[in-house]
């Protein structure tokens, strides 16, 4: 039996970078974005909540959110999942008072977004310069989020941490929490950067897994074009379909070196539609 997820792209993928920068809120594009998608074939899009200007974010504001709603209804591409970003600077660990505030009133106000939205998953990164270093520092962003997935979980939102802990470790955390809605978004190219084997702990964490982002890098190496890193792609669609995994994807892959967003994300999707036509063994 073929097993058909929901294939969609973070938001900014499909905007250009002025900067150089690799991912971001595409402010003056974002509603380009969803025709777009449509048009190329995706099912769903994942916005991006950024800690620079989150204030005028469309996901916060009462404007924003009705034409969120009205993007994704015309152009038939669905939220399933937002990215809270902002997270990366304002952390419940490792931070200051003033900071873990603010992160614990923007999370709050984003939960209120996607209430009317209808999203149900909220990823929290915490990796690169927000990963967690120690026990300590996972009481602190524990106890942080604990009265927030209340919240959350009266609305049937879910809260999806993204890390760079191994696979064990990760899955005794999320058990600290004795919490049903939070679990794990699960990264294919950073597991495979920090050494891990994806579709092993894929295996492991079973239905911790929230939700997928597309990614390919090398060993230790930064992010690159699909099938040209290290993940064992084959293997890591075949360990989805093994613990039937009931949710979807999200390609947050490598721009090209012309940066030409529609034929990368074009190249990107055919590169994954490969592995959802392969029926389960």
Not at 1 to 30: A, E, H
């Amino acid at each position: 039996m073929v097993k058909k997820w929901p294939v969609g792209i973070i938001q900014g993928r499909l905007t250009r970078s002025s900067d150089g920068r690799i991912q971001f809120f595409p402010k003056d594009n974002w509603k380009n974005e969803f025709p777009l998608a449509s048009k190329i074939g995706f099912d769903c899009l994942e916005p991006i909540v950024e800690a620079d200007d989150y204030r005028s974010n469309p996901f916060l504001t009462e404007d924003g959110v009705k034409e969120l709603i009205r993007l994704s209804e015309l152009h038939d591409v669905k939220i399933f999942s937002v990215c809270a970003d902002f997270m990366m600077d304002y952390r419940f660990h490792r931070t200051t008072v003033r900071e873990r505030t603010l992160a614990a009133e923007i999370l709050n106000r984003l939960i209120v977004g996607c209430e009317r939205i209808g999203v149900r998953t909220i990823l929290i990164p915490v990796l690169e310069r927000s990963a967690i270093l120690n026990d300590s520092e996972k009481t602190e962003l524990r106890n942080s989020l604990l009265p927030i997935l209340e919240v959350a979980g009266k609305k049937h939102i879910r809260m999806a941490i993204e890390p760079s802990l191994p696979a064990s470790e990760l899955k005794d955390f999320i058990a600290s929490f004795d919490c049903s809605n939070v679990g794990v978004y699960y990264d294919v190219g950073n597991a495979t950067a920090y050494g891990f084997d994806a579709a092993k702990e894929i295996r492991y964490l079973k239905d911790l897994i929230f939700g997928i982002h597309v990614k390919d890098r090398k060993v230790g190496g930064s992010t690159v074009i699909l099938g040209t890193g290290g993940a064992n792609f084959p293997e890591i669609f075949s360990a989805l379909r093994e613990i039937d995994y009931g949710g979807h994807l999200i390609l947050q892959a490598a721009r090209d070196c012309r940066d030409n967003v529609v034929r990368n994300a074009v190249r990107n999707l055919t590169f994954v539609k490969q592995f959802l036509s392969k029926p389960r063994s």
